[in-house]
């Protein structure tokens, strides 16, 4: 497909961790992009940092925006280069937009035609009207009122049509891979509390501002109140807004105009459908932080009255119960094996290539190897869990595999139940037994939950004749266990 990039490819072969087969090198598609005026990446470096700045932005100017004609502000000179500035900002963000490519349906589309259209014929003219200087062309048109309100604070309400870039990155986020969904939607919640109860404020204290103007005596009484530190007026306003949306109205601010009751009804109006609202999507974030729960909670009552029913040692059970919670705080109760198994089959090779490599990195003798031979061994690598007391090699076994212990210890018990030594991150279990052809003549037992690599025998053998590197990584760790390897030898320990 010209001018798009698949996000996956159902053809590509390549195993990862948990999957046997053949190992191929795990491919993914690389787009750079280009420059401050190239074509940018809708997940790339840039918009990570230009999206949250946006964002900030665009609250600020929901703020201050209706503030500034609400409470007939007056800036300096400075503030007003600010806002200019900040204008400037948003209109660079409109060419940003124009150059950034987008996904569709899983597919990366980067035809520079496609991008732009896409743009000119969706936010474009919203864009345009809200970053427009209407203020500077009313007072180059020397307006300095309409229907008697400052003109230029009342165009720049425009500006509030920002909120839709906010809402597209907000969208943004939530298909993308840099906000967890929860956290993304109590940022909404309280941005949607936030906006809401401030531009509430300000219509409030503006229609007052009005009225009292025309000689009107509304709910803060005379013109005279107008004159108060901005701190109070704003803070008097906005407890009226709070109060009124959450229906507690304690009666000490009351509506004493026509205009006034309008503008209760329709804020108590909307402080039912909000409440609603907030309701809804907590009962929703919560509901979903319980499900796992209670799904984790049903699966430990079945195993316990699985292995009740089939009278399980209570050693064993109570190995089994906390072997489940150990995974359940490790995963936060996610099934990651059942996530993977829905991914096509290149993406799930692409991410055991990953997981594997993440827990090479924790072994030293696998450090400074060609990527094709780390590529075929983390695809024929198996990860394990061992928990405490639980038994990775016995003795009296002949040695058919490699263990790689990437995070716990393990101790070596001899014949007599001895313990003879420990092991940690960065130790292997085997190479002695597999070298010299022995069986093991002492076994490995988890003192805590470990975590381990598994290289069978077959895999061995077929990577070793074909990757000179791994007898190589085996020959360098034996030489700095060197004095270790020969005292067991010596005391009759082959593992």
Known sequence: MGGAIASDGQNDTGLGSGHSGTASAAMTVSVPESGWFGMRHPDGAFHAVWEPFIVLLTIVTLIETPMHLAFDLHLEASLMLVTYAVTGVFLFDMTVSLRTWYWEGGVLVTERRQVAMRYLRGPFVIDLIANFPFDLTVMALGIDTI???????????????????????LRQWNRGLRV????LHGVHLVLTVIVVSHWIACAWYFNWLLEA?????????PIAFASEPLVTRYLRSLYWATTTLTTVGYGDITPTTNREIVITIIVQLVGVAMYAYLIGTMTTMVGRLGVRSAQYHERLDMLRAMMTRRRVPLPLQQEVIGHQEYIWHRTGGQ???ALLDSLPRRLRADIGVHFATEMLDRLPMFHGLSPAF?????????????GPGSYIVRAGEVAQELYFITDGTAEIVDREGRVYGRLGRGDSIGPLATVLGEPRTADVRAVEYCDMLMLD??????????FPDLREALARNAKLQAARSARMIEDGIII
């Open 147 to 169: 229907w008697g309100v400052p003109a230029a604070p009342l165009v720049n309400l425009t500006q509030m049509l920002r909120i839709v870039r906010l809402i597209g990155i």
């Open 180 to 183: 967890p969904t929860a956290l």
């Open 457 to 466: 025998g077959a895999h061995y053998r077929r990577i070793a004749d074909a």
């Open 335 to 337: 099934d990651e094996a």
């Open 374 to 386: 780390l590529a075929t061994l983390v695809s024929a690598l198996r990860p394990e869990l061992h």
């Open 213 to 221: 103007r025309d000689g009107v005596v509304g709910w803060a009484g």
